[in-house]
């Protein structure tokens, strides 16, 4: 009996351990996709602290990096290389402006945000070049309905 309930507790723990695991999030870089050319996809990604979200280099020629003045003042900026997947873990909660930096013009941007944002505000507020305003522009309207539906 006593192996029995040892076993349960460890059962137990195991998958309380297994649902506080960060969740991760793949986001494609591409050439083509099906909002257009030069995309994230998916471009608007709703995470809780502490998720980590992999840009993945689906198509050579892009990079992922925070858009200055698009993420928390207490949350640290992130570049990753041309051509490479880069792994990021949120851990404060925001607004994060992602680009490709050379295809921002052409609005290769994405929204992460992580937890309930303090920091919307600042984040529209940011000027955008080209394109990336129209695109963050949409991101920010859908912004409201995904956070509805993923209650």
């Known amino acids: ?3 029995v309930m040892t076993l349960a ?3 137990v723990l195991m998958s309380v351990a297994g649902a506080a695991a960060a969740a991760e999030v793949e986001v494609k870089m ?3 996709g099906t909002e257009g050319l030069m995309v994230f996809e998916p471009a608007l990604v709703k995470i809780e602290p502490g998720d980590i979200v992999k840009f993945v280099a689906t198509d050579k020629g892009h990079n992922a990096e925070s858009i200055k003045g698009m993420f928390p003042p207490d949350a640290a900026p992130f570049v990753g290389k041309n051509g490479e997947d880069v792994t990021v873990t949120f851990d404060k909660p925001g607004a994060y402006g992602v680009k490709c ?3 921002y013009g052409m609005g290769m941007v994405a929204l992460i945000v992580v ?11 940011v000027p955008q070049v080209g ?3 129209q695109v963050f522009a949409a991101l920010f309207e859908k912004l409201p309905t995904q956070a509805a539906a993923a209650k």
């Open 1 to 3: 009996m006593r192996k």
């Open 9 to 11: 507790t460890i059962a």
């Open 30 to 32: 591409l050439n083509k």
């Open 101 to 103: 930096l050379p295809h």
């Open 115 to 125: 937890g309930t944002p303090r920091n919307l505000a600042e984040a529209k507020a």
């Open 131 to 133: 394109k990336a305003k």
